[in-house]
T-cell receptor
Framework: DAMVIQNPRYQVTQFGKPVTLSCSQTLNHNVMYWYQQKSSQAPKLLFHYYDKDFNNEADTPDNFQSRRPNTSFCFLDIRSPGLGDAAMYLC??????????????FGSGTQLSVL | SQQGEEDPQALSIQEGENATMNCSYKTSINNLQWYRQNSGRGLVHLIL?????REKHSGRLRVTLDTSKKSSSLLITASRAADTASYFCATDEPTGANSKLTFGKGITLSVRP
């Protein structure tokens, strides 16, 4: 089945040690998103790619970077994780109609712990 | 930035009862979407209603949209224990060249068997 796959499901890293989370999709959607979700909070958009165009949210810390080498894959790099970066990281895809966002397809998420 | 606000924050009902969840927002939207999230998992899209629509149905789900009041409601009829999850509304806001989907904090629904 076409889907959005995130690896790993659980990631443990040390304070300050760089970590990379990965996302792949078989939907051939042109838009890919990274959201951060902390416990009992709303998913917060970090950035998204519209094809190869990178769109960073104004309040996304510089500590967070992303790469999209091709349509299918997208990576989230956290250069120096702090304790406050412990969260669920959700990857999503969509195929917008014109300027409007249609429904998003989410992966199962990667739960990041920072020790 | 605008964020949908769901009400109530938590809802506990008996299996078979109906569950009604509300969402309010602040500015104009292209569409409003409802998502479901099981504990520790990703979000699953339930239903989308466009700004020019007032009501939509999908199975046991009924969503309404009142743009004059900037509010939406999600009704789940004949609830089941398997409906236990968090439910999020998301508003698609026009922002410049593209639009942006912003999520609310969610409603925790517990359906008791």
């Amino acid at each position: 089945d076409a889907m959005v796959i995130q690896n790993p499901r659980y990631q443990v890293t040390q304070f300050g040690k760089p970590v990379t989370l990965s996302c792949s999709q078989t939907l051939n959607h042109n838009v890919m998103y990274w959201y951060q979700q902390k416990s009992s909070q709303a998913p917060k958009l970090l950035f998204h790619y519209y094809d190869k165009d990178f769109n960073n949210e104004a309040d996304t810390p510089d500590n967070f970077q992303s790469r999209r080498p091709n349509t299918s894959f997208c990576f989230l790099d956290i250069r120096s994780p702090g304790l406050g970066d412990a969260a669920m990281y959700l990857c999503a895809t969509s195929s917008p109609v014109g300027r409007d966002n249609e429904k998003l397809f989410f992966g199962s998420g990667t739960q990041l712990s920072v020790l | 930035s605008q964020q949908g606000e769901e009400d109530p924050q938590a809802l506990s009902i008996q299996e078979g009862e109906n569950a009604t969840m509300n969402c309010s927002y602040k500015t104009s939207i292209n569409n409003l979407q409802w998502y479901r999230q099981n504990s520790g998992r990703g979000l699953v899209h339930l239903i989308l209603i466009r700004s020019n629509e007032r009501e939509k149905h999908s199975g046991r789900l009924r969503v309404t949209l009142d743009t004059s009041k900037k509010s939406s409601s999600l009704l789940i009829t004949a609830s089941r224990a398997a409906d236990t999850a968090s439910y999020f509304c998301a508003t698609d806001e026009p922002t410049g060249a593209n639009s942006k989907l912003t999520f609310g904090k969610g409603i925790t629904l517990s359906v008791r068997p």
